[in-house]
Every structure is written in structure tokens, then in C-alpha cells.
């Protein structure tokens, strides 16, 4: 047990278009930030907008910690200004959303690692590399040809891509970039024709490194937010094809299929490690990764986001006690409809499910030494607090049926701060909601 109270700050990006107010005492060093998800019908660029906002919220918040030289305790050295390794960020799920907060903290200055295995093949100096392999061994692809061109191997503006374009609307692009006579264009063609020759006679590894070192690119990734694990990551790359070649498989096309097969089947490739205990840097990590670890300061991001039911979804559920829980269709009529069994079997897998993220939320919660900030962002907060209120007062407590009710670590922190009212948890867990229109304002 920890000795010492620690601060939570809990903070909510509201995401809907009301004015607010903010629940925060303004003599308290501690708040709560929870944004929440957007609802289920709204549309996909809106959620993406989201995840990118609440990004660089928490990318400012790391940026305020480390100039206001925020004091962390030190069993060395006492108490010392809070370093870049002393903050982690926990996300409950960390694929497809933890290159985002990198990509925000970086921009900052701030050096990050994400420990996102799963994100290699997504990353940009991979995909770069994947999309000049594919238009070498097939230029009739207009998407991994435009990625090509966009990226510094090409160096096309977005201008130069739709006057080339418009000198052939009908066919592909390639045939459209072989009608356009500039001396960009045919720089460009030169090197995928010489880049073309060279793969008839080097292996494939060797010839992976000789298009790193005719483009140039893996001195322009070093240059790049966290350079080192992206020469790694290209380094790596470079390894696989060698391994790929040893093992009787040969070709450029062969090599193609083997990777495009591991993004359908939503596998993934390892990526580069080159991050130590010691290094200083922001860590972004799943939170069950963290288990056993501790931080000085932990923020805890995306509790708005909905737990993963899709599960209770599928057309036959199975459970080791209970059994087979099918849907029942009627071909003759056209309907189909959950069985007793099914829907047995979706209340107990649900409640497993529930208590699996109330574990989850735990490990998340005690990873704190010193400081825990918890972001998130929710549609009218609120409506939802007010809600809440009603519940626990027609419950009378916060019961396990009241708790199932909710989906979101929010709900639950939520849950907790009504039914303990705010001046009883002064100094102990403080919340703040924050416009998101403020937000979007003050990045502008």
C-alpha cells in the first residue's frame, strides 16, 4: 500500500455543442478530465477527431507537468523536478489509437516510445516502403503509387499530383504519369525502372537496402519524431526479407503476398525495440502491460471509450457450463430471433465481462505514485452526472445491477463522484469538464 495521498485529476472533454459548466474547485491542485466517446451514429471522421483532440490534450498536459517542474519523489534523490520517463500513458487498448498520441506527443518536442507491436506494418516509414515494393513489381496501383509519390521518395505536392491527373482522367495513374513530360516525373520514372532492373539480379534483401540507399529514405526517417526506432523498424524490415529468402521462398511477388496475408488475417509483425528501463522518454503502453509496473505519474486516457461487447453479438454463443446458445432462424417465414439459451448465456458472458474491465480499471487506477490523471471524452456531461444522481438516489447505492447499466470506465468514475459528492472528495479525485469547441479554438 502507498503510504502518501496521491493526486487524481479527472478531466472531460465534452463533446457536445451546449454550454457547460465546470465542475472543478479552482483552490484544488487535483481535477478530473474524462472525454468521453461519440455516440454510435456518428460518423467515423467525427470519432477520429475525437481521439486526435483528447491526443493533444494529454500531449499538453505531459508539456505543462514538465515546465511548471512538477515535483515527483525520488527514493534517491527526494523530491526532484518530474523527467520524460516519469509519466506513462494507459490505454485500454492501444492498436490503432496509440500511433496517434505519439504522433501528438511528438510534435510537441516531447520524446515518446509506444510499446504498439501491433502498429508496425501501419507505421508510415513501412508502409512507405511496402507501397514502393508493390508499384516496382506492379505500377497499375494507383493507392501505393500515389503514397510513393506523396512521400519524400517522390516529393509530388498535391498540385503536381492533380495536374498529372489531368492529363489523363480515364485510366490509372501510371498510365496518366506516362503521358506527363516534366523533368520530376521522369526523374521519378528513371528510378523505379532502375530500381526495376536491379531486383533481376540481387537477392531481396540486399536489394531492400539498395533502395534505402538510392532514395535516401532511411537518412530521412532518422530525422523524423523518434528516428531511432524508425531506421530500426527499416533496418528490421531488411532482416525479414532475408529470413523470408532463407526459408525457399524467393521473389519480390512472393514476399508481397506474405505480408499482405499477415495484414488480412489482422496479425502483425513485432516492431523494433530499442527502448530501455532507463531511457527518457514518454511511455505509452496498454493497461495490461502495466500490471506490476509503477509510475510517478500515470494518465489514464479514453475511459469514454465503450467496452468491447461485440462478442454477445455473434450468431452462437458458447460457455463451458452452460452450453450452446444459438439464434433461431425460421427460413419459411424470413425471421430470426436470440433463443432462452442465447440469451442465458449473453447475461452471463456480459457479467464476465463487466467484472473482467472492473479488474482492468483497477490495475489502471493503482499504477500511480505520485499523480493520476484520467481524460476521456462524453456528450453531455452534464446530463449524464445529473442522471447518475437520479440513479444512485432510486438505487440507493451503487449496485452491481446499477453498474452494469454503465459501459465506460467514465460511467463508473462518474458513479463514484456523485455518490461521494464533491466537497467529500476535495483533495482526493476533482473533476473538470472542458468544452471541446474551447479546445478545437485554442489549436487553431
Do not use: C
Not at 524508425?230 to 524467393?250: C, D, P, T
Not at 464476465?352 to 483497477?362: G, K, P
Amino acid at each position: 500500500m502507498k503510504n502518501h495521498k496521491i493526486s487524481n485529476d479527472i478531466e472531460i472533454i465534452d463533446t457536445s455543442d451546449e454550454d457547460k459548466d465546470i465542475w472543478k474547485d479552482e483552490n484544488s491542485e487535483q481535477s478530473v478530465y474524462i472525454p468521453s466517446e461519440e455516440d454510435s451514429n456518428d460518423v467515423e471522421q467525427e470519432r477520429i477527431e475525437d481521439v486526435v483532440l483528447e491526443a493533444r490534450f494529454v500531449a499538453k498536459k505531459i508539456k505543462e507537468l514538465i515546465d511548471s517542474k512538477y515535483q515527483v519523489i525520488d527514493k534517491k534523490e527526494g523530491k526532484r523536478n518530474i523527467r520524460y520517463k516519469d509519466i506513462a500513458i494507459l490505454l485500454r487498448s492501444i492498436t490503432g489509437i496509440a500511433n496517434v498520441y505519439e504522433k501528438e506527443i511528438s510534435m510537441l518536442g516531447i520524446p515518446v516510445y509506444s510499446d504498439s507491436s501491433g502498429e508496425y506494418l501501419q507505421s508510415i516509414e513501412i508502409e512507405t516502403i511496402m507501397s514502393l515494393l508493390r508499384i516496382i513489381n506492379n505500377p497499375m496501383q494507383d493507392i501505393p503509387l500515389v503514397t510513393v509519390m506523396r512521400s519524400p521518395i517522390g516529393n509530388f505536392t498535391d498540385n503536381e499530383l492533380i495536374e498529372i491527373r489531368l492529363n489523363d482522367r480515364n485510366s490509372n495513374f501510371y498510365e496518366a504519369l506516362m503521358k506527363t513530360d516534366t523533368p520530376k516525373v521522369k526523374k521519378f520514372l528513371q528510378l523505379l525502372e532502375e530500381l526495376r532492373n536491379d531486383e533481376q539480379y540481387m537477392a531481396l534483401d540486399e536489394w531492400i537496402w539498395n533502395i534505402y540507399t538510392k532514395t535516401g529514405y532511411m537518412n530521412y526517417v532518422s530525422l523524423m519524431p523518434n528516428g531511432n526506432l524508425r531506421v530500426s523498424n527499416l533496418k528490421m524490415l531488411f532482416e525479414r526479407a532475408k529470413q523470408y529468402e532463407s526459408a525457399s521462398f524467393k521473389g519480390l511477388f512472393n514476399f508481397i503476398n506474405f505480408i499482405d496475408k499477415i495484414k488480412f488475417n489482422s496479425e502483425d509483425l513485432t516492431s523494433a525495440k530499442i527502448i530501455g528501463e532507463n531511457e527518457d522518454v514518454v511511455r505509452i503502453m496498454s493497461i495490461h502491460k502495466s500490471k506490476g509496473l509503477e509510475f510517478p505519474v500515470v494518465i489514464l486516457a479514453g475511459v469514454g471509450k465503450q467496452f468491447n461487447m461485440q462478442d454477445l453479438n455473434e450468431k452462437i454463443l458458447l460457455d463451458q457450463d452452460l452450453g450452446l446458445g444459438p439464434q433461431y432462424i425460421d427460413s419459411e417465414r424470413h425471421i430470426e430471433f436470440k433463443t432462452l439459451a442465447k440469451k442465458a448465456l449473453a447475461i452471463k458472458a456480459k457479467r464476465e465481462a463487466v467484472s473482467e474491465e472492473m479488474r482492468v480499471l483497477y490495475v489502471a487506477l493503482t499504477r500511480a505514485k505520485e499523480k493520476l490523471i484520467i481524460t476521456g471524452m462524453q456528450k453531455n456531461v452534464n446530463k449524464a452526472l445529473t442522471e447518475k444522481q437520479e440513479m444512485i438516489d432510486l438505487y440507493g447505492d451503487i449496485s452491481p445491477m446499477l453498474v452494469g447499466k454503465y459501459s465506460t470506465y467514465l460511467d463508473w468514475l462518474e458513479l463514484i463522484y456523485q455518490k461521494e459528492s464533491a466537497e467529500k472528495l476535495s483533495g482526493i479525485m476533482d473533476l473538470q469538464v472542458i468544452e471541446k469547441q474551447s479546445l478545437l479554438k485554442s489549436a487553431e
